[in-house]
Each structure stands twice: as C-alpha cells, then as structure tokens.
C-alpha cells in the first residue's frame, strides 16, 4: 500500500492557524505509514501592506504550495483564518487557480478535512467551514468533518473554545489571544482522524 500522503494546506497572517496546523501535523503523523507536510498558499498582499498591517514572517521552514501539487496528496488538512464569515481571500484565489485539477477531476474521491480561525464565536466559527465545503464539493473530494469524535472536549462550557462538528477552530480575538491546549487537543485529534480515515481509503481503492 504504501505511506499515505497527507497535505496540510493553510494560510495565516498572525500566526494562529500556523500553530493549529502544526498540530494538526503531528496528529497526522502519528498515524502509522502515514506522511504529513505542510504547505502555505501564495500570499496575495504585497510586503508593504503586510508590513503596515504588522504581519510576523512568514515560517521558512514551510513551502508555498502551486495548484497541481495538490495531485500527489491522498488526503488534505485545509486551513486558514475568516474573513466577514468566508475563508481569507488568499485561499479562495489559491482555489479558484486549481481548474485545471477540476476539469480532470484529479482530486475527486480524495478525502479533506477544514480548519480554522476566527475573531470570536460571531465571526464565523461555523459558517466559515459551511461555505468552504463548497471548493471541496466541486472537486469531488470527500469531505471528513470532525462530528463529535472529540468526545467530552466538544461539550467543553468552562473555558473558550473554538470549533465545532465541522472540524477544529480557534479565536484569535484581538488577535493577542492564542490556540489553547484544549483546542490543540482537538486540532491534534483532527489531523489523527483524517489521516486514519485516508489509509483506509487508499488501502481499499481500485488498483
């Protein structure tokens, strides 16, 4: 069968999703015969704007992915902050440069899971996630939401906590605020899912 290849494909401008999708990271990859990388989409602001807006660097130790890279994956982690409710701009432009994959449909059958950011519980913790399945839906990919297989960590109610059956999430708030342990927890649990739900696909797939 192989190692399943996982693809955790994110974009962040303060650094929050960052650190959720490092953790989501090593959930993937301890999985057994399970490989997970990570990847950032093209940034689309230029450096005078990031520097006005007081954006930390980019990581160095993380590639930008191009469109038909996306092709060598059995199963992708995507995420990214909200922006009035939808995914950042950056991504829906890293998507919309993905027809070529669509038109052959190369992604179809694949699994893919979402994750994300928000200012706070108003700003789009689920509709966020709702409105992206709908990149996933069009290349025919298999969406893998968390359900509640978080457990008990779902119906946390004495502490802030991001996300939802959708899959994990954090608030940045002011953006001063950072990713928990619990939601950590809950990124970690996701990528672990996600990567065991892609081995099994990929095991039973036609030759």
């Not at 959720?20 to 940034?43: F, I, K």
């Not at 954006?55 to 992915?65: E, N």
């Not at 701009?89 to 993905?98: G, R, V």
């Not at 992604?107 to 709908?134: D, N, R, Y």
């Amino acid at each position: 069968m192989g190692t399943t290849k996982i693809y955790i494909v994110f974009y962040s401008l303060y650094g929050h999703v960052e650190i959720m999708a490092r953790e989501v990271q090593r959930g993937a990859n301890d999985v057994e015969d399970v490989e997970a990388t990570l990847w950032q989409v093209p940034e689309t602001l230029s450096e005078l704007i990031l520097q006005k807006m007081k954006a930390p660097p980019k990581p160095s130790d993380v590639p930008v992915i191009a469109p038909n890279q996306l092709a060598e994956a059995d199963g992708f982690l995507f995420g990214f902050p909200s922006r009035f409710g939808v995914m950042a701009a950056q991504c829906k432009a890293f998507f919309d440069a993905t027809d070529e994959l669509w038109a052959t449909q190369a992604l179809a059958g694949k699994p893919a899971g979402i994750f994300w950011s928000t200012g706070f519980h108003g700003g789009g913790q689920e509709l966020t996630a709702l409105t992206a399945v709908t990149q996933l839906a069009h290349h025919g990919m298999i969406f893998v939401p968390l359900g509640y297989t978080f457990g008990s960590g779902m119906f946390e109610m004495n502490q802030v906590k991001g996300g939802s059956s959708y899959g994990a999430g954090t608030y940045a708030a002011d953006g001063s605020r950072q990713p928990t342990e619990l939601e950590l927890k809950q990124a970690f649990h996701q990528g672990k899912y996600l990567a065991e739900i892609a081995k099994k696909l990929k095991k039973n797939s036609p030759k």
